[in-house]
T-cell receptor, first 115, second 112 residues
């Protein structure tokens, strides 16, 4: 138990579906992240929210839409995905930025399969 | 972006020491991290080191940092089968206050 909870753990969706991934952190952190983990590729940072404001958006397609209603919750809304979007999506949180040495704590991940 | 390189696979026998190596290219990295990922799970922080240190030890784990060569290593003493996992090296990215640059991970297999 890392203090970062992701649901669902597994999701299969069609290319025309709309679904959402949910993340909740119980650590009192003020920054939350979405990372994408694909086979044989480094982890890719998708979005960062600090104090509920988006501070980074790394050229992610608009079919991925993040939402951070408060500092404990983070969503990733999915719409019209492609099969190559199938991956493990990891949520993480930290207290402040990593440049100050604050560590990032990850959830267990949500396995997404797009069919 | 900057690259973090790791060998993809390492196999050791139970009881031996494991050494996982990592090289990075950004000399201005301030912190370097090791994460462990067990099958079907998220990433678990193992340890991290500040760039002005050259060694950090935590029980069976020893981290060595050669800042001149931009080389980081993780030594696991008395490796156990439960240590079998993927180990990721990561650096804090100075051009971003938040991002970590990860390597592709080293799969460690511990055989009896």
């Amino acid at each position: 138990e890392t203090g970062v909870t992701q649901t669902p753990r597994h999701l299969v969706m069609g290319m025309t579906n709309k679904k959402s991934l949910k993340c909740e952190q119980h650590l009192g952190h003020n920054a939350m992240y979405w990372y994408k983990q694909s086979a044989k590729k480094p982890l890719e940072l998708m979005f960062v929210y600090s104090l509920e404001e988006r501070v980074e958006n790394n050229s992610v397609p608009s079919r991925f839409s993040p939402e951070c209603p408060n500092s404990s919750h983070l969503f990733l809304h999915l719409h019209t995905l492609q099969p190559e979007d199938s991956a493990l999506y990891l949520c993480a949180s930290s207290q402040g930025g990593t440049i100050s040495g604050n560590t990032i704590y990850f959830g267990e991940g949500s396995w997404l399969t797009v069919v | 972006g900057e690259d973090v390189e790791q060998s993809l696979f390492l196999s050791v026998r139970e009881g031996d020491s494991s050494v996982i190596n990592c090289t990075y290219t950004d000399s201005s990295s301030t912190y370097l991290y090791w994460y462990k990922q067990e099958p079907g799970a998220g990433l678990q922080l193992l340890t991290y080191i500040f760039s002005n240190m050259d060694m950090k030890q935590d029980q069976r784990l020893t981290v060595l940092l050669n800042k001149k060569d931009k080389h980081l290593s993780l030594r696991i003493a008395d490796t156990q089968t439960g240590d079998s996992a993927i180990y990721f090296c990561a650096e804090s990215a100075p051009n971003s206050g938040y991002a970590l640059n990860f390597g592709k991970g080293t799969s460690l297999l511990v055989t009896p």
